[in-house]
Each structure stands twice: as structure tokens, then as C-alpha cells.
């Protein structure tokens, strides 16, 4: 099964442009092995609150990073903006697409 991160912190609004640019940034770099998709959250009712929900194949792509004492690039982001953010880990039991073209 998928596995779900949430790496969330907070940003001050003066650096949030540059913390959402940033984020762009990581994508021009090239995709990390395993990485399904990556979704750059804002908080609508907390505004400095934002979250990097990334969606990996397996829990292997993770541990074998965790294993090789890797950082990923979402939480290197928000260190690099001083923020030690909190990360969430979630394994996908069960979902569904409604929307189809």
C-alpha cells in the first residue's frame, strides 16, 4: 500500500512567497525515486500554517531513506526557512477517485 507524508510547520508571511517558490524549485530539481505525487498545503484558517502532503509507492522507499540517514527534501525546505517541522507518517487502508474525465 501507499504510504502518506505530512510534513507541516509554520511560515512567516513575510517569507511565505519565497517558502512557495522554494517548494517549485524542489520540482525542476527531479522527482526522488518512489515519490508518487506532492501537494504544497496552505492552512485557510491558520495562514502561516503549511503542509507538504507526498504521496510514496511503499514504506521500503521511506525506510530505506530513513536507513541511509537521509533527509527528504520537504522537511530540508522548511529547516532551510528555521522551521523544525513536524512530520506525519500514514499508510493509505483504503481510497477512491470520484472525478474522471
Same mark, same amino acid.
Given at each position: 500500500?501507499?504510504?502518506?507524508?505530512?510534513?507541516?510547520?509554520?511560515?512567516? @508571511?513575510?517569507?511565505?512567497? /519565497?517558502?512557495?517558490?522554494? $517548494?517549485?524549485?524542489?520540482?525542476?530539481?527531479?522527482?526522488? /525515486?518512489?515519490?508518487?505525487?506532492?501537494?504544497?498545503?496552505?492552512?485557510?484558517?491558520? *495562514?502561516?500554517? $503549511?503542509?507538504?502532503?507526498?504521496?510514496?509507492?511503499?514504506? /521500503?522507499?521511506?525506510?530505506?531513506?530513513? /536507513?541511509?540517514? @537521509?533527509?527528504?527534501?520537504?522537511?530540508?525546505?522548511?529547516?532551510?526557512?528555521?522551521?523544525? *517541522?513536524?512530520? @506525519?507518517?500514514?499508510?493509505?487502508?483504503?481510497?477512491?477517485?470520484?472525478?474522471?474525465?
Amino acid at each position: 500500500m501507499e504510504i502518506i507524508t505530512m510534513i507541516k510547520g509554520k511560515i512567516d @508571511e513575510t517569507v511565505s512567497q /519565497d517558502f512557495e517558490d522554494a $517548494y517549485a524549485a524542489i520540482k525542476e530539481e527531479g522527482i526522488t /525515486d518512489g515519490l508518487v505525487a506532492s501537494y504544497l498545503l496552505k492552512d485557510l484558517v491558520v *495562514p502561516d500554517l $503549511y503542509k507538504i502532503e507526498s504521496v510514496w509507492v511503499n514504506e /521500503d522507499i521511506l525506510k530505506n531513506m530513513m /536507513d541511509n540517514d @537521509e533527509t527528504s527534501a520537504e522537511v530540508k525546505l522548511f529547516e532551510k526557512f528555521g522551521v523544525d *517541522p513536524t512530520v @506525519e507518517i500514514y499508510e493509505v487502508r483504503d481510497s477512491f477517485s470520484q472525478f474522471e474525465e
